[in-house]
C-alpha cells in the first residue's frame, strides 16, 4: 500500500505505479501530485505548458523503468546461456555458478516484481 499524498491537495495513498493509467506524477524535487490540476498549481505553470511537462515526467519515469527491466531480461538471458552450457558440462564448478547465476537472476525478477506491486 502506497502512503504517498498529493502535495497540493493532500489526496492520499496515490498509485505510484506507472503505467497504470493513474494521473499521479512525482515532481522533480520529489513531491507527488494527485493530477494534472494538482500538478499545474504544484509547478505553477501555464495549463499548456503544465500538461507537456506532466505527460513528459511521466514518460521519462515510465522509460527509466522499462530501461531497468530491459537490464533484468538481459541478465536472465546470460544466466540462461550458462545454464545450457553447463547441462552438458562435466564440470562441476561451471554446473555450480550457471545454478547460482538462475538463483541471483530468480531474485533479482522477485524483487522487481515486488517492488511494481510495492
Ligand atoms: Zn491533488
Not at 34 to 57: H, K, Q, S
Request: aromatic share 6%; hydrophobic share 35%; proline share 1%.
Amino acid at each position: 500500500m502506497s502512503t504517498v499524498q498529493c502535495c497540493m491537495c493532500g489526496k492520499k495513498d496515490l498509485s505510484t505505479i506507472e503505467g497504470d493509467g493513474g494521473t499521479e506524477c512525482e515532481l522533480s524535487d520529489g513531491r507527488w501530485t494527485c493530477g494534472i490540476d494538482c500538478y499545474v498549481r504544484a509547478t505553477e505553470t501555464p495549463m499548456e505548458e503544465g500538461l507537456w511537462r506532466f505527460w513528459n515526467e511521466k514518460a521519462k519515469t515510465y522509460l527509466a523503468e522499462r530501461d531497468s527491466l530491459k537490464a533484468l531480461c538481459d541478465e536472465m538471458a546470460k544466466a540462461l546461456e550458462e545454464a545450457k552450457f553447463a547441462l552438458f558440462s562435466s564440470d562441476m564448478t561451471i554446473k555450480d555458478r550457471a545454478d547460482q547465476s538462475m538463483r541471483l537472476a530468480l531474485a533479482a525478477l522477485a524483487k522487481a516484481k515486488e517492488a511494481d506491486h510495492g
